[in-house]
C-alpha cells in the first residue's frame, strides 16, 4: 500500500515541525526529554485557527484579559450544533464553564450523593477514575463488549446489570468514546436511556469530542433525544472547543442541561473561566469551520496511514481505525511487553503514549497513541514502535 496517498496538501497537522513543537512550554512537550517522542497527551500538533488567532491577538492588544463573561459562547455553540448535528440547542439551557471534568464533578454534586455508584464504560478516560475517587462516588464498571471481528460495541446487557444495583444514581458516559474512538448510535442512546428511565439513572455525557468525527459516523447528542425519552430530558451534556480546535489551555467548556433537569447550577463556575477562551471558544463555533473540515481530512488520512503503518511494520498490532477522535487505541497483548506496554516503548523507544491500565482493567496491555500530528512524527512513531519490537 501507497502510504504517501494518505498525506492531505493544506492539513494544519502539516504547518508545524519537529522543531517547531519542541519549542512549546504546554505539557505534552514539557512532559519528556528532548529525544522522546510525544503521541500521549490529547493535544494536537497544529497552529491555532487563523479566526481565532486573530481574535486573540486583539483582546491582547486591548489588554482584554479580565474576568469571563459568557458573551457570544452560547448563542455560538448553539449555531454550531444546529449546523453540524441538527440538534436546536436553546441557549439558555447552557452555562458556561472553565473546563469538562469541573462540569463533571459540578453535576456529581448537583445529582449524586456520597456513597453513591455512578457507572462508566470502561476503558473510558482516566480523569473519569480519579473525579468519581475524589467526589467519595463508588465506580461501577460496565465495559464496553469487544471481539476481535466487530471492535467495540456498548453491551447493553452489563449496563442493565450496573443499573440495578441499587446504589446506582447516574452514569458518566463518555460519547464519542475516549479512548475506542466508538460514536454511540441513536438506537444504542436510545436503549440507554430506557434503561435509564427504569432505574431512575442520572445520565451525564461527555461529549468534548462531537465535533471530530469521520465520514461513515454521526455524532447523536444526548439531549437531541429529548423530549420523546424522559432520561434525555433529565440528562446533562458537557462541550468544548478545546479538542477539536487544541484549546485546552484557555479553560472555557459548556455544561448543556436539559429541558427537564431541573438543576440549580451555580453561576459561580463562570469565575475559574478565562476570559480568553471564551473569546477563542466564540470564534472557534462561529468562523472555525473551514479550519476545522481541513483539520478532519488531516485527521481521517492519518488514521489510515496509522493502519498502513502498522499492517507493513507491526501486524501483530490489533487497530481499528476510529470513527471519532484522534486517539487509536492500540492492542499490544500478543508481543510480550505486559499489561503496560507504554512504560516498555518509553524506556527502549523513547516513544511517550498513554499507559492502557489507566483507563481501566480492560486497557491492560493496550496502549493510546495521539495521531494528530505530522504524518512524519508518525511514520517515526511506528518506526520507534517497531525497533522495541524486534529487539525485544
Known amino acids: 500500500m501507497n502510504v504517501a496517498r494518505f498525506t492531505v496538501v493544506g492539513s494544519p497537522l502539516t504547518e508545524l515541525t519537529l522543531d517547531d513543537l519542541r519549542r512549546r512550554r504546554s505539557a505534552k512537550w ?6 522522546v517522542l510525544p503521541l500521549w497527551l490529547a493535544e494536537m500538533d497544529t497552529p491555532l485557527a487563523p479566526p481565532i488567532r486573530q481574535a486573540l491577538a486583539e483582546a491582547v492588544e486591548m489588554g482584554d484579559t479580565g474576568y469571563a463573561a459568557p458573551g457570544d ?3 455560538a455553540f448553539s449555531e454550531f450544533a444546529r449546523s453540524r448535528f441538527g440538534w436546536a440547542v436553546d441557549p439558555a439551557w447552557v452555562t458556561v464553564i472553565p473546563d469538562v471534568m469541573t462540569g463533571v464533578g459540578a453535576l456529581l454534586d448537583l445529582v449524586t450523593a456520597p456513597g453513591d455508584g455512578v457507572v462508566i464504560t470502561t476503558p473510558v478516560y482516566p480523569p473519569f477514575f480519579a473525579r468519581l ?15 476481535y471481528s466487530a471492535g467495540y460495541s456498548l453491551d447493553l446487557d452489563r449496563l442493565a446489570t450496573a443499573f440495578a444495583e441499587p446504589s446506582v444514581t447516574a452514569c458518566l458516559l463518555s ?12 438506537a444504542e442512546l436510545l436503549g440507554i436511556t430506557s434503561l435509564a428511565e427504569r432505574h431512575g439513572v442520572r445520565l ?25 425519552s424522559e432520561a434525555a430530558a433529565r ?21 448543556v442541561a436539559g429541558p427537564a433537569a431541573e438543576l440549580d447550577i451555580s453561576r459561580e463556575l463562570l469565575w475559574g473561566t478565562g476570559l480568553l477562551g471564551v473569546i477563542a471558544s466564540s ?52 508481543l510480550g511487553l505486559g ?54
Open 204 to 228: 451525564l455525557a461527555d461529549e468534548i469530542h462531537a465535533p471530530l468525527v469521520y465520514p461513515g459516523a454521526v455524532h447523536t447528542p444526548l439531549l437531541a433525544l429529548a423530549p420523546s
Open 30 to 35: 514539557r512532559e519528556y526529554p528532548d529525544d
Open 73 to 75: 459562547l452560547r448563542a
Open 339 to 392: 499489561d503496560d506496554p507504554a512504560a516498555v516503548l518509553l524506556e527502549r523507544g523513547r516513544l511517550a503514549l498513554s499507559s492502557g491500565p489507566a483507563f481501566g482493567a480492560p486497557g491492560n496491555g493496550f496502549v493510546r497513541l495521539n495521531f494528530a500530528t505530522s504524518p512524519s512524527i508518525l511514520r517515526e512513531a511506528v518506526a520507534r514502535f517497531a525497533s522495541v519490537v524486534t529487539s525485544s
Open 235 to 255: 440528562a446533562c451534556a458537557l462541550f468544548s472547543a478545546s479538542k477539536a480546535w487544541n484549546l485546552p489551555g484557555l479553560k472555557a467548556a459548556l455544561l
Open 175 to 186: 460519547n464519542p468514546h475516549n479512548p475506542t474512538g466508538l460514536v454511540f448510535s441513536r
Open 133 to 147: 475517587s475524589m467526589a467519595g462516588r463508588r465506580i461501577v464498571e460496565a465495559p464496553l463488549a469487544w471481539s
Open 283 to 334: 470564534v472557534a463555533f462561529s468562523a472555525g469551520g473551514p479550519w476545522l473540515d481541513s483539520l478532519l481530512a488531516g485527521l481521517d488520512a492519518n488514521r489510515m496511514l496509522l493502519a498502513s503503518l502498522l499492517a507493513s511494520s507491526l501486524p501483530e498490532v490489533g487497530y481499528r481505525p476510529p470513527a471519532s477522535t484522534y486517539l487509536a487505541w492500540l492492542d499490544c497483548r500478543t
